[in-house]
């Protein structure tokens, strides 16, 4: 079968996606209608969530290393989870991804698809630029999948569930040296967290993640940064506000779920699939490409033999995102005096003692049911009811 592969969204997801395609042989266009203006948010990242991806290109774009996370909960408990993290340079790694993709062969526009017909088994991709293909679409859009959407899929489970993000660059002397992510829980950013990401020298982000507020979610980002202001007092003094240089807003599926992420001569990757996070998005979009390409070849780019992917991915990933979401609809069932007393609670133990992601979570679970008892219970229960 001729065909192309076709890539919407430069995403990690989307250039990973196409790499694979073109290097399994697909012949591959990836198009975003920013293609280069780099101005994408994520940039922290942790070993435990990289070691899931192949692609090491993180490596030469690490602007500050972190030594773990504390997790703080509404009075200012805290406990710390060590493990080796990184703030990364996004605009240098997204260059690299792109220029290796460009290596591999893949052909990139900067154009904005607005639509795609199906016509004889095969997908033409309706763009600003006029029509592309036809083929097999990858849809890497992000959250609103409008390339999925309007081909009549609903590629994610949850969607009412997105975190709705704000997040500021800042600046403020010696704030970007810190060599721990904070993560805020409870009501100062309902449904998930605010974050404190430290960049390297006066740099940092500041953000919020909020579910179930609609996507403004600036109230509370201001709410936050006031209590950050009060929380850092104790170890900087009374300073000035941090210096906001960049603001960045966009929605976070972590909570949510893969849905229909193959179609006939369709398939969905990254935040446009539920599939949450740089590293795992970036996997995701590996299997995807490949398998893209692996179909060309047979001549089969049928609903039923994209298939594959859906079942590879769930192999792979279903577990942990069950666990992930289960995770954040309890917390979210949690009021913040019960928060408190958890993180009271869990302060100065060993939390996730043990060697791999399974015996981490034991561990972690077995925690929390001490001072808990029926949370790993009602967490049990969400996974199962998904
Ligand atoms: C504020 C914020 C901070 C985050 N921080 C982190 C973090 O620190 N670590 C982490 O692991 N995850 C983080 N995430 C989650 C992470 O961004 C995503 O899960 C991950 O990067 C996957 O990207 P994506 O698939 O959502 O695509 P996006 O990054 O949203 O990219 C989609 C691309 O598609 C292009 N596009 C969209 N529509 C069209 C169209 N019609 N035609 C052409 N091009 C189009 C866009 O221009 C864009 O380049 C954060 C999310 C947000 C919102």
């Given at each position: 079968m001729k065909g192309d592969v076709l890539v919407v969204g430069?995403?990690?997801?989307?250039?990973?996606?196409?790499k694979a395609a073109a290097r399994a042989?697909?012949?591959?266009?990836?198009?975003?209608?920013d293609l280069g203006r780099f101005n994408h948010p994520a940039n922290t990242l942790f070993e435990g969530m990289a070691s899931r991806m192949n692609d090491v290109a993180y490596k030469s774009h690490i602007r500050h290393r972190l030594k773990g996370m504390r997790i703080i909960s509404p009075r200012g408990s805290s406990i710390c989870v060590d493990g080796e993290g990184y703030f990364l340079d996004r605009e240098?790694?997204?260059?690299?991804?792109?220029?290796?993709a460009r290596e591999s062969g893949?052909?990139?526009?900067?154009?904005?698809a607005v639509g795609s017909r199906l016509e004889g088994g095969l997908r033409y991709l309706n763009t600003t630029d006029g029509e592309l293909g036809p083929g097999l679409v990858i849809d890497a859009s992000g959250v609103d999948a409008t390339i999925a959407r309007g081909a009549g899929l609903s590629p994610m489970r949850h969607p009412e569930d997105i975190a709705w993000a704000f997040e500021a660059t800042v600046e403020w002397p010696g704030l970007g040296d810190e060599e721990y992510f904070e993560y805020w829980i409870g009501s100062i950013s309902p449904g998930w967290k605010a974050t404190f990401s430290p960049g390297g020298g006066d740099i940092a982000t500041l953000g919020v993640f909020v579910r179930g507020y609609g996507r403004q979610v600036q109230p509370f980002f201001r709410r936050y940064l006031r209590h950050f202001q009060r929380y850092k007092a104790e170890r900087y003094g009374e300073v000035e506000y941090p210096k906001v240089i960049s603001v960045s807003m966009g929605g976070d599926p972590i909570a949510t779920l893969p849905g229909e992420i193959a179609g006939n001569a369709l398939m969905v990757t990254g935040g446009a699939a539920g599939q949450s996070g740089l590293a795992y998005s970036m996997r995701a979009g590996e299997i995807c490409g490949s398998l893209a390409a692996k179909a060309i070849k047979s001549g089969d780019i049928s609903i039923g033999s994209l298939r594959a992917y859906e079942k590879r991915w769930w192999a792979e990933f279903g577990m942990e995102y069950r666990l992930g979401r289960a995770s954040l609809e309890t917390l979210r069932s949690m009021s913040d005096a019960e928060i408190d007393r958890l993180?009271?609670?869990l302060a100065g133990r060993n939390l996730m003692a043990g060697g791999g992601q399974l015996r981490k979570a034991i561990s972690a679970g077995l925690n929390v049911a001490s001072i808990m008892p029926s949370l790993p219970i009602g967490l049990i229960r969400r996974m199962m009811n998904g």
């Open positions: 430069s995403s990690p997801a989307g250039i990973s996606a196409a042989g697909a012949n591959t266009i990836l198009i975003d209608r240098g790694l997204d260059g690299h991804m792109l220029r290796e893949v052909t990139q526009l900067r154009c904005e993180i009271r609670g």
